[in-house]
């Protein structure tokens, strides 16, 4: 019997990421390009990325996109009906067959909840909430920016960072490490520098790579004790706790109207009652910075919810999430090996472990 391929696509504001597997598990290709988020982009640029990475991890692999039996694209900013309109039509021009479009929050629920069911909360470049029941209804909380209301993610952490680092070196903030280590990101030997030569303009078009950096930079001085960089990481993990609590609020509110409308007791359909409501936290910041200040305080504000909930951050890269809904697509189980054998890809590298 021929092998049989999938391939997940998760394109996030800043970068996106392919990858082709086979139905065992064993990863076969990987592809990297720019974001994919129409909202930042536009849509053609978008949807160019998306088949950017797409080729590169068929051209791995040495596998023709007619041999790929289900794709399926998370991309972020696809959130709306009106967003699947936009997308849709150039996806569908891509050469490839048994697609779906989905956005990343549903990948990173499926990456922690296999029922597809509990809240997801995404902190990548942005932030994003998502939560789905038993019954297929959702619920989203904040994925649109700053304007209107989000105050989380790489970026917003980057930019909290850089003005709290002008503010310490002036004497207005706690003093902090980030004074001496944030210049040199923007090509600069020191704050007097930096403010010399880039203030006036816009710091992220002058350094576009810094939005990116600064937060591993902020992680690891949180690490070393640095109390400006374990406060913004303190608020940024209570900003999200709180994202996670209006949506488990607002699925609750409409279950306990269910409820009530039929008159009678219902089992929760948040989730199976015999278990607490999953809470999935993927992203960058979360899962490659892992800070216990964020997490602390994500803890501390969500635990304000009556709701039973079991926070579960998966080791899983999120691609892995739009993988596991395109093996969903062809029902290809993905069982404790498969799981292992995505354990072992190197992502990194787009080199093996690719085994055959």
């Known amino acids: 019997m021929p092998e049989q391929f999938v391939l997940g696509v998760d394109g996030g504001g800043s970068k996106t990421l392919a990858v082709l597997t086979a139905t065992d598990g064993s990863v076969r290709g990987v592809g990297r390009s720019a974001g994919a988020n129409h909202q930042m982009s536009g849509v053609v640029t978008a949807v160019d990325a998306v088949w950017d990475a797409v080729e590169q991890a068929l051209r791995i692999a040495s596998v023709r996109p007619s041999d790929v039996a289900a794709t399926v694209y998370a991309l972020a900013g696809a959130d709306r009906p009106a967003d699947e309109v936009l997308l849709l039509p150039v996806l569908q021009q891509l050469p490839l067959h048994n697609t779906a479009l989905v956005c990343d929050t549903v990948a990173g629920l499926r990456l922690g909840s296999p029922d597809l069911t509990g809240a997801v909360i995404i902190c990548g470049s942005g932030t994003n909430a998502y ?16 304007a209107y209301g989000d105050a989380a993610g790489g970026h917003v952490l980057a930019e909290f960072a850089l003005r709290r680092a002008v503010r310490a070196w002036e004497g207005r903030d706690l003093p902090s490490v980030l004074v001496d280590e944030l210049p040199p990101l923007f090509g600069c ?17 002058t350094c576009p790579r810094a939005l990116d950096d600064i937060p591993r ?41 269910a409820h009530k409308r039929k008159g009678r007791p219902v089992p929760i359909a948040i989730t199976d009652s015999a278990r607490r409501v999953p809470v999935v936290l993927v992203g960058g ?20 919810l009556s709701l039973p909930t079991q926070v579960v951050i998966p080791s899983l890269h999120p691609v892995f999430g739009a993988v596991m809904l395109a093996m969903d697509k062809v029902r290809a189980g993905v069982t404790s090996e498969v799981l292992q054998r995505f354990e072992a890809a190197d992502l990194a590298t787009g080199r093996p472990p690719f085994s055959r």
Do not use: Y
């Open 131 to 146: 939560g789905r029941d038993k019954t297929g209804r959702t619920w989203q909380v904040g994925g649109f920016g700053w």
């Open 285 to 304: 910041v979360i899962q490659n910075g892992r800070s216990p200040h964020l997490l602390a305080a994500f803890e501390t504000e969500l635990n304000r």
């Open 189 to 205: 030997g020191d704050m007097a520098a930096l403010m010399a030569e880039v203030a006036g303009a816009d710091p992220w078009q």
């Open 217 to 257: 930079v902020v992680h690891t001085a949180a690490a070393a004790g640095d109390e400006l960089s374990v406060s913004m990481l303190t608020d940024m993990g209570t900003e999200l706790g709180r994202s996670a609590r209006a949506l488990l609020a607002q699925m609750k509110q409409a279950e306990d109207k």
